[in-house]
């Protein structure tokens, strides 16, 4: 008891870390899974998200500004795979991997010119910010709603998945992309779909995530990123479940590392997990089974 | 024209090249700006040619080069702080644990050791991996070892997150431009020889080169040693270029602008690299500083001029690049004098071709 006590608020930290690593692995998963690209530019996503709230709480109400913060971010990410990903479709998969990497560099540098390169205070956003006590220790509200408000959202995009069309479309996409396309599917509109998705996903996410890191700096998307992509493939790349499990697990432990006074590690735990489950299992936790074709 | 009489005019060349660089460092003042390129487009031009090694050469798409720049440049500082400065450079770790200086040459030698042992063993388990997630594996390798080298137990050797300094370093622009030469052809030789052929047969398809008896898992590793190798080099330089090393420095931006030199340059030529990461850093250090500034002409403003533009414009540059021009500078074709002796005898060849006409 004493030492559940004692690593609590680790442990709760973690969930929540966890919940909002989850909302980002989505987007990595999905991506991946129909275009076979790791888009390095998602955290920096997630990153715009915070700054574009941060300039719109200060001239408007948040009940206004979070809507708007959600609506710009969707069509940053949707704008990004139209200009820098889709005239790459028939490039070698390196192109279109150095083409994320030069989104994540160009957005990096147009958030350092925006904001001088100071850290932006993230706005504290009513009740949400509120602190409350759980079992003796003291936390944010935002560590309970996160949890919470992934399962939510990730049943709904189970569903969207599973029982519509454009989920469909999405699941005959990641299976086979040519043979989609020859049976009808407007490729294109799955892809910039999928953008949108993983971008209201990233979005929610930074209202999360910064609710309870404050300070939003132009590579605060980097190690997020990073780490949610970790847990995509820890849960099996292309599979949503998994990037949940996988991004919970990476949260939860890396929160543990922290309590455990071995901070330094908390990120290097992260990649080493990466390493060890791409040699022992690459296909992730509930990944499908691949056979490469000669 | 014949492969000898090819080889004198290019060390001919090169001679020259070292020749002018002398005469400038002899007549203009020292700190001018233009020897902050070259010292600097010299370090970049070696670890750009070795990361071409390895993405453009053999197809293995690696994101570890800060990783092993950080390991070069710590090995190079730790083992040739001089003894005497050790106290006040490892203040907070009474001395330090070594207690030695070597020879600078000692020295850099010692940081491309060290970043191949350690790229040996990395590659051990990374290199089975594929593509993108060879790409993820060596860019969190990188991270690993920079959060282990800022680690406070490690102290008494890293110096824990503060700086090191007071190690030797150079003044002339000459020694860059040596070292890295020196290297450049040696990866140039590697390339031209039976690994080279093999590392771009393991390129253009795994599989057919495997069918031809090449040893797939001994040529990558040959690769990633190698490349590690003179990145840890080139490590060293930047860190002899920069008089003090942090491991914060040496972050994964650093390995993504690398990157864009080499696709800039053109993914698998040599020269290419060269070529573009002296561009790269003319411009982000010397003629687009000028978008760093508040300007005015008269009493307008000019607008969205201040501080980081720069970065802006150049990251849109280097986009425009990727997307439109995704051969590069170079494509895969190699800068040399035989090509373009072609070029203008071929050029005036089809002139007269016409005249006949």
Known sequence: MEWFNQNLPYFLAGISVGGQYALIAIGYTM???ILRLINFAHGDIFMVAGLIMVYLSASLPIYISIPIMIVATVIIGFLIERVAYKPLRQAPRMSIMISAIGVSYLLQNLALYITGGLAQQYPAIPWISDTIEIFGSVTKRVTVITPILTIVLV???VFLIKKTKIGMAMRAASKDFETSQLMGIKINSVISMTFIIGSFLAAVASLLYFSNYTGVVPTSGAMPGLKAFVAAVF???????????GAFIIGICENIIKGMGMTTFSDAFTFALLIVILIAKPTGLFGEKVTDKV | MTKKKETIINVA??????VILYIMEQLMNPTDMIFTVLKKGAIYALVAVSMNLLNGFTGLFSLGQAGFMLLGAYTYGILTIPTEQ???????FDGGIVQFAVPVAIGILAAGVVAAIFAYLIGLPVLRL???YLAIATLGFA??????FQWDKLGPLTNGSNLLRSYPTFKSVLFPFIVSGICIAVIVMLINSTYGRAFKAIRDDEIAAEAMGINLAHHKRIAFTVSSFFAGI???????????IQASMFKSAMTYEILLIVVIGGIGSVTGSCISSFLFITCSEWILRFLDNDTYIGDFHVPLLRSGFRKVVFSIIIMIIVLFFRQGIMGTKEFSVAGIRNFFVRKSNKEKGRKLQ
Do not use: C, H, N, W
Not at chain 2, 13 to 18: K, N, T
Not at chain 2, 143 to 148: F, G, L
């Open chain 2, 143 to 148: 991270e690993i070892i920079r959060a282990v």
């Open chain 1, 155 to 157: 049943f709904a995009l």
């Open chain 2, 130 to 132: 594929k593509s993108d």
């Open chain 1, 31 to 33: 991506v991946y899974g």
């Open chain 1, 235 to 245: 849960g099996g790349i292309g599979s949503i479940p998994g990037a949940v499990i």
């Open chain 2, 234 to 244: 080139s490590g060293a330089l930047l860190a002899m270029y920069q008089t003090t």
């Open chain 2, 86 to 92: 050790r106290e006040s450079v490892y203040q907070y």
């Open chain 2, 13 to 18: 060349l090169i001679a020259g090249l070292l």
